[in-house]
């Protein structure tokens, strides 16, 4: 894997906070590994993303598999508000779920259209959906995983 522009410290920080929230929502680990690496989730079998808690949140994680999808370089994801996964007509919605997963702290089986940065429309289906939160039980952001998705 290419080294990416992120310091070993946000790598392992970023890591924990998508496995711990994780466990505490879904109880189970995200990968049945005794503890995973960055490394690890970014080659993960499955599509998993996050981004933070700005006004217009811009991801701050995408797995190799998921640049794939959408088509994106990791410096092209990180500057890249999550409303822009979904097409158009789809952000309304969208942000009513999002704002849906903050308050109900996280949500299974979640199905949407999403769009590619070529244009490429697909649907996601059997998305969990949940809250990034720390030690403090502050909110970090929120993350996504699916393994279901098709070409529409």
């Known amino acids: ?46 599509f998993l993303l996050s981004h933070g808690i700005e006004l ?22 990180t500057q890249m508000p999550s409303r822009l996964t979904a097409e158009p007509m789809e952000r309304e919605t969208r942000a009513q779920f999002m704002n849906s997963v903050r308050t109900h702290e996280f949500v299974e089986n979640y199905s949407g259209i999403r ?16 809250n990034l939160i720390d030690s403090e039980n502050q909110l970090r952001g929120q993350a996504a995983l699916f393994d279901q998705w098709s070409y529409l």
């Open 56 to 77: 217009d949140p811009l991801l701050n994680f995408g797995n190799r598999r998921a640049l794939e999808l959408w088509e994106l370089s990791w410096e092209e994801l």
């Open 115 to 130: 769009i590619s940065k070529s244009g490429r429309r697909f649907k996601i289906e059997n998305a969990k959906v949940w």
């Open 1 to 46: 894997m290419k080294s990416l522009p992120i310091s070993e410290n946000w790598k392992k920080t970023h890591t924990q906070l998508l496995c711990e929230s994780y466990f505490h929502f879904f109880h189970q680990p995200l990968l049945s590994l005794p503890s995973p690496t960055f490394n690890d989730l970014f080659e993960a079998p499955f």
